[in-house]
Structures are given as structure tokens and as C-alpha cells.
């Protein structure tokens, strides 16, 4: 990567088109673009790290990415989650090269460099080396500018001057409490970090899961004939649904059926739940919209669905790849036996090899296999569904659309240009 001063910037409104619903196919294709994405879409955003149940203890640690920057996320010796960049200030390399654990300090094993659970610098091999210049307050491991928590989920942003997170998930908060809130204990994330690499560029997941329910019936067919009762047909709860979609202006989206019919969760969950209490809680209309079998995205790449306990995030390698790492999460106060129901039913539709994962997973592959054709990338797309629809329904906080719309998609390539088009932090001339 040069440097973002070295770099020639790419102006990408001639790329989006939300007014008419077109969309070029060189947004996912692109290097520079993509370059350009990781310095004004991943480094200015609020991005998610992981759950709060994975450290409980001092010096427990896991690693993750942020866009392609590598990160280390600690609870340090004040029980403070701390995150920090993942690689040497001496000569680069990773100082963490495990997934997770607990430790004292990240020793770096080219030369020996330690950094304590804050990324202090903490001690250095023959430092007698070294003259009155040296400044060993100075060479810690970069921390993030901001980190807070919302209801368990962990993000940080390297933004010093992005709004809080609050302000930045906005009304998509009342509808993440739909998964996020059913309980009162909360919730935690078990069976580990299921992670797989896919071919695609990462805005093809990110924004399937703010807009696209539109695929549901056709994509997965096999799989509703699989869930169907008579195993004759698909489940029309799903497959022909009322609903809306939530279209956020800062480029979140979320797509739900409004049918009671529609709840397709693990059997053993469903008989869990006390239905009357969760309307008393999160209210009739939330029971009954986002709560039950939708998609969410949180701008730019964390997705989760309510329903399969599924919260994922599209980690970005290259225009034309993506990690897909995701977790189970589950409400705190669930009974064993109900937890392992909703891990499986996680497993078999939404992990690596689920019935509805492994369809997903095709398409965006399908897709971006073809895309680099000078003829086909030159071929822009629709996205033309629900033009004119959205507004204030009257029942959802914030703007939504009909549930089979691109109208969340639009917005979330709005957001996306907005801010590939503006100066980000780092860009900005004092
Ligand atoms: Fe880490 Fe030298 S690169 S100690
Ligand atoms: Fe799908």
C-alpha cells in the first residue's frame, strides 16, 4: 500500500447512481478503489471486534482484523478492554500470532520487543543499544482512537473525530435489540470464531444482508423444501411474506417478515421463549417484525441474523476475497439444553456448511468470478426495487421500505460513496 498521501484518489460518483438505481460493477473489482476503500471506509468507521464474552479474565486476548489493519483486543490489568494494532513498532512483525488466550505481555519473535495488555512497550532486549534518544513511551503498539461496547458487541474505530458509537448505529440500535435485548442477563457467543475464506468482494455479503431478501425464494429453495413440513414445497411463512426493511441513512439495513408465521427458529427455542414477556419488553411491534427470521448489516461489515443466533463479520483481502468470520450468540439465561438447540440450528443453516450459508457463499463467488470481463465489468446493475417506497411507516423507528426492495442497498452504496468521496481524519491538513 502507498501511503495515502502518495495516492491518487478515485472520484466514485459516477460509479453509484441511488436516484435511478444503478450500481457499476468496478466497485468490486477495482484495486485502487478498494485501497481507497480501506483508508476512507475501514479506518474512519466504527467496526466490530467481537463479543465481551470472550475476555473474563485479566490478559485474556484475542486477535482480529480492522478492514486489513491487524489488531489485538486485551482486558487488561484493570479489567479495561483494550485494542491495539498487531504489529511491531520495531521491524513490523505480528506481536500476536495466536487466535486467543490469556498472557502476561505479546513478545514480539523477531527480536524479543514486549508490550504489556495495554500495548505499552514494556521491555527491550539489550536496550543498552540504544542512545538518550530512544524513547521507549514512545514506540508502543498503536492503540484504536475509540472503543465502546453496545449491549455486549465490541467496536472500535482508529478515528479520533468519529461520533460516538451510539450516535453512529443511530435507530439501528432499536432493531439490533431484537436479537440483543430479549434478556435481561444479555447475551454471550459460544462454540468458538467460525472462520472461512470466500471468494467475493466483501460488499457483496455486507450489503445482501442490509437489502436482499429478494434471493430467499429462489436461492434457497432446496433449502425451504428441506425445512418444509411436507418437504414438498418451500415454507411459504418464508418464502411469501409480508415485511418491511429498515433503511438507515448512515448505511445499515435490515430486512424482516411482519408474519407470526415467519418465526422459523430451533424448536426448543421457540418453546423457550415467553412471547407475552418479550412483547411486554421490546414491544409487540419489534416481537413480530425484527425479532423474527430477517437480515441485518451494520455499515460497513458486521451482519447478523435474530433468528439463527448468527452475528458475522466480512472481513475485506483483496477486492476479490473475503474471511467470513462468525459466531453463535445466544441470550445468558437460556437453559443448556436450549443453548446446544440454537448453537446446531446456528450450524446447520448459517455455519460453514449450512444449508443457507453454502447457497450465499455461491452466489457472491459466482459473481465476482466473472466480473473482471472488460465487457461485463463495464455492465453496470440494478438496483432499481422499491424506488420511490421508502418513508416513515408509522410503526418502525426511522425510514423503511417493503421487505422485497433494494432500498437499504441504495443506501448503504450512498453512505459508501459519501464517504469515498470526503476527506477522511487522517487526509485533513491542519
Ligand atoms: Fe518486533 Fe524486532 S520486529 S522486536
Ligand atoms: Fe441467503
Redesign the pocket.
Given at each position: 500500500h502507498r501511503p495515502a498521501a502518495l495516492t491518487p484518489t478515485v472520484d466514485v460518483s459516477s460509479l453509484i447512481d441511488t436516484t435511478n438505481g444503478v450500481v457499476d460493477r468496478a466497485i468490486f473489482t477495482n484495486r485502487e478503489i478498494y485501497e481507497q476503500e480501506l483508508r476512507r471506509v475501514f479506518a474512519p468507521s466504527w467496526l466490530f471486534l467481537g463479543h465481551v464474552s470472550q475476555l473474563t479474565k485479566k490478559g485474556d486476548f484475542f486477535t482480529t482484523y480492522m478492514g486489513e489493519d491487524p489488531v489485538i483486543v486485551s482486558m487488561d490489568q484493570d479489567k479495561k478492554i483494550q485494542a491495539f494494532l498487531n504489529s511491531?513498532?520495531?521491524?513490523?512483525?505480528r506481536?500476536c500470532r495466536a487466535d486467543a488466550g490469556n498472557t502476561k505481555a505479546f513478545s514480539?519473535?523477531?527480536?524479543?520487543?514486549a508490550f504489556d495488555l495495554q500495548g505499552k512497550l514494556q521491555n527491550v532486549p539489550n536496550e543498552a543499544g540504544y542512545n538518550e534518544k530512544f524513547d521507549r513511551e514512545a514506540w508502543g503498539l498503536v492503540p484504536v482512537a475509540q472503543l465502546d461496547t453496545y449491549r455486549g458487541l465490541i467496536f472500535a474505530t482508529w478515528n479520533p473525530k468519529a461520533p460516538p458509537l451510539p450516535e453512529a448505529l443511530g435507530d439501528m440500535a432499536w432493531y439490533m435489540d431484537a436479537m440483543l435485548n430479549r434478556d435481561p442477563e444479555g447475551t454471550e457467543v459460544v462454540g468458538g470464531v467460525m472462520k472461512w475464506v470466500l471468494k467475493g468482494n466483501w460488499k457483496l455479503a455486507a450489503e445482501q444482508f442490509a437489502t436482499d431478501w429478494y434471493h430467499v425464494n429462489m436461492s434457497h429453495a432446496s433449502a425451504l423444501m428441506v425445512l418444509s413440513p411436507t418437504g414438498k414445497g418451500p415454507v411459504s411463512g418464508i418464502a411469501n411474506t409480508p415485511g418491511r426493511q429498515y433503511v438507515d441513512p448512515q448505511g445499515h439495513g435490515a430486512g424482516f417478515p411482519t408474519h407470526p408465521k415467519s418465526r422459523f427458529d430451533a424448536q426448543a427455542v421457540h418453546e423457550h421463549y415467553d412471547y407475552d414477556a418479550l412483547r411486554d419488553r421490546l414491544g409487540a411491534a419489534r416481537v413480530e417484525g425484527p425479532m423474527t427470521t430477517g437480515h441485518a448489516t451494520v455499515f460497513p461489515n458486521f451482519s447478523y441474523l435474530p433468528v439463527n443466533g448468527s452475528i458475522r463479520i466480512w472481513h475485506p483481502k483483496g477486492p476479490d476475497e473475503m474471511e467470513v468470520w462468525a459466531w453463535t450468540l445466544l441470550d445468558k439465561s437460556m437453559p443448556p439444553e436450549v443453548k446446544e438447540a440454537q448453537r446446531l440450528y446456528n450450524l446447520r443453516t448459517f455455519g460453514p456448511s449450512g444449508i443457507f450459508e453454502s447457497d450465499d457463499g455461491e452466489n457472491w463467488s459466482e459473481v465476482q468470478a466473472i466480473s473482471h470481463g472488460f465487457i461485463t465489468n463495464n455492465t453496470p446493475l440494478n438496483y432499481q426495487m422499491g424506488l420511490g417506497s421508502e418513508r416513515h411507516d408509522g410503526v418502525y423507528p426511522g425510514t423503511t421500505s417493503e421487505l422485497y426492495s433494494d432500498a437499504a442497498g441504495r443506501s448503504f452504496y450512498a453512505r459508501w460513496a459519501d464517504l469515498m468521496n470526503t476527506p477522511a481524519w487522517h487526509e485533513e491538513t491542519e
Open positions: 511491531c513498532r520495531h521491524r513490523g512483525a506481536v514480539c519473535t523477531y527480536h524479543g520487543w
